[in-house]
């Protein structure tokens, strides 16, 4: 029978699974390397997740009530869901069991590759900097319960005392983020496969439901997005089929649908009418919604926290849905708009921040306090959280006020902005002078910025840091790594070379140490993909610049050869996109200030003779809106911002920028109106399925579609590169042409980094023997 039992007054949608020290990344990382079993991996994993219950029991939520979400992953949670029904591609059917299981090292084989078995291609999670892995679905998949991992974990925290909420991606959602399998035919969309996928849903909740579960957890962000490959009517037949299934199961636990980063729109007539028990709303993204037939029979789980940001946020206001939210229905749960694997675990891990600043924040930790706070507000009443409601209010009040939130110079610089500051020349004359100055062949090669950091570069970092070295000492180490990589890159025969950028602990992160109006966290860690986390800076107040910030090191490699040499730039949308943005102004208001402190940048690395700055923008994709209806105030802010970073060069000056996991179809008049002379892109892990988009849409600057995947250890071949090089010289103009990994090498070792550029160049010099007779010579 379908679980009666209440929903609990508060939860979250989920909780970093990494661990406050990165211990699962360490973890994962030495499982990899051989020098951990895989049962000590199991062990880690399982004491990561009871310290996770232990812990948010201790803030608020409840042991035996399922507040807490049981909601880790070794690696995503689209592999999880993928190893859980079974959908493993054919490339990959070695890796399975006479039961058709894969085991944790399989698991991490299909993020990762092995051979010449390429690994599921990756891409970013709605509007966050996440990445997850695509699954590959077509009429040959196979769908069966192939891992009871969900149900073990659950019985694992049951038998620790705990009541927890099972989680995963909804059946919907993980169809629609899938894509056609390299076997399924013209037309065929994985949503075609529903019908076959709903059993396996069904034997899963019927399996926990016999393990004990009270609730379980249904993640469909895919019904608030409008960027599906499926019409909206056909997606919402597909909602209505599969709860409606679900629902009428004798023996389940109650179903909660979590729908975060926006609002459901036309999906929520449908979910109130299903025979589901919860639906989530994202009221931080999303508008409270209308009034509809059966929303009133359904617990609403009112997401008013802020699981995207970290910002502390207005607890009053917040109640105050709440009160908005119980005239749609009479049973109201407050919970985070997302998940709170987005944000950093505690802000009490945070020794050098200000007081002030502290007090304007709230990390994963402080934002269950603040679930715990309303729901406790909704059990005895308002007056019963007045004094946390007014804390809040006065930080609030203080922020605002607070010295450097605001600065009169930078604001007045932006207000005198003319439309001539965000237009370079004609194309046609820049692509002369660039000819003449730099003098590169056809199909140019380069890389798209970083090389590996090492153990040693990383040492003399933190050395640094803590004035074990001065700043002298430090200088010359990097210099010296600096000259390291140009001769590598000269060995090797690169046509445009790069610094290495030893001196970057990360490529946002790094600006932000040098920028007024950041501050940079100590353990703000948060997932990226896989094992990969990074630490996003807190932009806080106006952006300015105070003096040069990479000019010393550029100059001094261009010094070091004769070959061009590109200034590396973050852009302004990426700034945006992987920092903790300010929330109290406009977005694009913010980008136009990062894009004046850049411009000043470029102009001083113009004038000290480098005649390439790359400025590079992967997260311009990610940012974009979910909703159609805020596509255009976007693009034309985010674009603008770009534009008014590079505007002001020479003709002569050739200006990149670099974008991956970008959709180029999506976003291809926005990637065309940035102007860039050249652009880079991902396009590896995809087998080059890029170039069709700008085959059909057309573009006429140069274009550097990625050869080599970065993202994964194994060393694609000179045939591979070949053949991938073949594909973007067929459907380009070959003078338009460049040749360059997926993104930058930071995260990989140099001995598959050299090899892998070494097969890179000979593959370019192949397709360059072949297209000779029809390219004509620059030089």
Known sequence: MTSTSPFPAGTILGYPRIGPRRELKKAVEAFWAGTTTAAELEATAAGLRQATRDRLAALGLGRTDSAIPESFSFYDQMLDALCTVGAVPARFAGLLDADGRIDLAGYFTLARGEGESLPLEMTKW?????????????PETEFSL??????????????????TRP??????????????????????????????????????????????ADWVQLDEPGLVSESVPVPRAEALTAVQWAYGTLGHLAQRPAIFVAAPYGSLDDALPVLAAAPIEAIGLDLVRGALPAAVPGLEGKTLVAGVIDGHNIWRGDLADAFAHLDEVSVLSPRVAVSTSTSLQHVPHTVTDESALGADLVSWLAFADEKVGQVATLARGLADGREAIDAELDAATRA?????????????AVRARAAALTADDFTRGEYADRLAAQETALALPFLPTTTIGSFPQTGEIRRARARFLTGVLDADEYRDLMRAEIARVVDLQ?????????????????????????????????????????????RPS???????????????????????????????????????????????QPLGETARQVALALRDEIADLEAAGIGIVQVDEPALRELLPLKKAGHADYLDWSVGSFR??????????????????????????????????????????????????????????GIGPGVYDIHSPRVPSVAELTELLDRAVAAIP??????????????????????????????????????????????
């Open 146 to 163: 192939s891992s009871d991992r969900i149900v073990r974990e659950f019985e694992e925290a049951r038998a620790a005392g705990f009541l």
């Open 167 to 212: 989680v995963i991606v909804g059946p919907v959602t993980f169809l629609l983020l899938s894509k056609p399998s390299d076997e399924a035919p013209a037309g065929f969309e994985p949503l075609d496969r529903l019908d076959d996928l709903i059993p396996v849903y069904a034997t899963l909740l019927q399996r926990l439901a016999d393990a004990g």
């Open 734 to 779: 070959v003078g338009q042409v460049w040749v360059n990994p997926d993104c930058g090498l930071k995260t990989r070792g140099y001995a598959e980094t050299v090899e892998s550029l070494t097969n890179m160049i000979e593959a370019t010099r192949i397709v360059r023997a072949r297209l000779a007779e029809r390219v004509p010579a620059r030089a």
């Open 538 to 584: 807190i932009l806080w107040g106006d952006v300015s610049r105070p003096k040069p910030i990479t000019v010393e090191w550029s100059t001094y490699t261009q010094g070091l050869t004769a070959k061009p040499v590109k200034g590396m730039l973050t852009g302004p949308v990426t700034i945006l996109a992987w920092s903790f943005v300010r929330d109290d």
């Open 396 to 408: 609030l009040a203080a922020r605002r006020i607070a010295p450097g939130v605001r600065d009169g």
């Open 490 to 534: 000269e060995e090797i025969g690169l046509d445009v070379l790069v610094h290495g950028e030893p001196e970057r602990n990360d490529m946002v992160q790094y600006f932000a140490e040098n920028l007024d109006g950041f501050a940079v966290t100590e353990n703000g860690w948060v997932q990226s993909y896989g094992s990969r986390c990074t």
């Open 126 to 138: 709605f509007d966050s900097n996440y990445h997850y892995l695509v699954p590959e679905i077509g």
């Open 644 to 701: 008014l970073a590079t505007a002001g060069v020479l003709d002569a000056t050739q200006i990149h920028t670099h974008l991956c996991y970008s959709e180029f179809g999506v976003v291809i008049d926005a990637i065309r109106n940035l102007d860039a002379d050249v652009t880079s892109i991902e396009a590896a892990r995809s087998r080059m399925e890029v170039v069709a988009d700008i085959q059909a849409n057309g573009f006429d600057h």
